[in-house]
């Protein structure tokens, strides 16, 4: 079956191509941790320069995409997408554990590059530009998963994120976000010198939808729909990612599936994560690298989430649900005090009674001072339970 008539892929408009070009070629600033001076990069270049030393280091590329908010963002401009990190993704062969480790030296020693021409390079080793530069590094290598990314740090959130991924299962959560676009075409062009990139002479860019119908998903994101298909081989379910979504007025697909989606998303989340310090860690970092700069919605989303869980979780114990529901709760109290948020009225009631996991030394108590009680905004009226001293 050709790429025109699999249902998977679309070609590039001339307009998307044109937008596709000014991600591909703006500066994003590389903060540095420190004295670490910024760097100012182009994905483009810095794709080349990666791409280069794979090549050079006999490591197989199968191809290269932007993936993501990115990705959805060129496609659909106009719904209101957003660019957050920028995903590029090298279809790569991670055949042992040393090319994995040539990956990880690939890509710090092309951030050398960048420096200012006055700094002196030779004295400066890849590990010290890792803690610089990396906001995180990831490695996966199991039967069905191999690949690994390293996130470089951006201040205000827009992360630059090189995946290099040999084999991946389930590379997208919801529809919305599971476009690819083939860089291939685009980025010959950049490495011809004597060929312009100009509307007149525009590559072929071709999109993929991992969710399978690309129209169907372009539909979704058009109208802020929420599909997905399985979401139990999901890590966590969709769970988290499920309700950032309701909070950005995205609206189920199917009110009819919903519910049943919702259960499997909530099952799957507390398979991989059974204890409540783990799911409160993964609430938090999903809260540090989903929020930048958007610090006032993380209260609606912790509410969202508590909601979802309230409603949709079938697989716990009474006392683990409560647990859970707790934990989240305190999340968004300290979102509140965090936000310095001391509202004059609001309706909701207090009881104060012990939470039963508060022996726990891992929980991360939240202190209020004593004969002080907890407040929430409206419209959510619920029943916040405290300890003398602690929520």
């Known amino acids: 079956m050709t790429e025109e008539s699999d249902c998977r892929f679309s070609h590039l408009s001339q307009d998307q191509i044109t937008i596709l070009n000014q991600v591909l070629t703006e500066i994003i600033p590389i903060h540095g941790r420190g004295n670490f001076p910024t760097l100012e990069v182009k994905p483009k270049d810095i794709i080349h320069m990666v791409k280069e030393q794979l090549v050079k280091k006999k490591i197989a590329i199968r191809d290269i995409r932007l993936n993501g908010s990115t990705a959805s963002h060129i496609l659909m401009q106009q719904n209101g997408t957003s660019c957050k990190d920028l995903d590029i993704i090298f279809g790569v062969e991670l055949p042992d554990e040393q090319a994995f480790q040539t ?6 020693d092309s951030l050398l590059d960048f420096l200012p021409k006055c700094v002196n390079k030779e004295k400066i080793t890849a590990l010290t530009m890792n803690e610089a530069y990396v906001q995180k590094m ?8 191999r690949w690994s990314l390293i996130s470089l740090s951006n201040n205000s959130g827009k992360n630059m994120e090189l995946k290099f991924v040999n084999s991946l299962r389930r590379q997208f959560e919801f529809s919305v976000d599971s476009f690819q676009i083939n860089l291939d075409t685009i980025l010959d062009v950049y490495t011809d010198e004597d060929h312009e990139l100009s509307p007149d002479t525009y590559p072929t860019v071709v999109a993929e939808s991992m969710y399978g119908d690309f129209q169907e998903a372009m539909e979704h994101l058009r109208c802020k729909l929420i599909a997905t298909r399985n979401p139990e081989e999901i890590r966590g379910g969709g769970l988290l990612k499920y309700s950032n979504l309701l909070v950005r007025d995205y609206k189920p697909a199917s009110e009819t599936e919903i519910k049943s989606l919702e259960r499997y998303m909530c099952s799957r989340f507390f398979i991989d994560f059974p204890d409540v310090s783990e799911q409160q860690r993964k609430i938090e970092s999903y809260l540090r690298n989903h929020f930048i700069g958007e610090e006032k919605s993380k209260y609606d989303y912790l509410m969202t989430l508590r909601s979802v869980v309230n409603e949709s979780t079938v697989c716990l114990m009474g006392h683990e649900r409560r647990q859970t529901l707790n934990m989240i709760t ?17 309706n909701v009631t207090c009881y104060y009674q012990p939470a039963p996991y508060m022996s726990d030394r891992s929980f991360n108590n939240y202190y209020i001072p004593q004969g002080q009680s ?4 409206q419209p959510y009226q619920f029943h916040i339970h405290l300890q003398s001293g602690l929520v």
């Open 103 to 108: 990956v990880k030296e690939i890509v710090l």
């Open 138 to 145: 990831v490695k996966v290598s199991t039967d069905h998963d």
């Open 330 to 346: 305190i999340l968004a109290l300290k979102v509140l005090g965090e936000q310095n948020i001391i509202p004059n009225t609001a």
């Open 374 to 377: 907890a407040i929430f905004y």
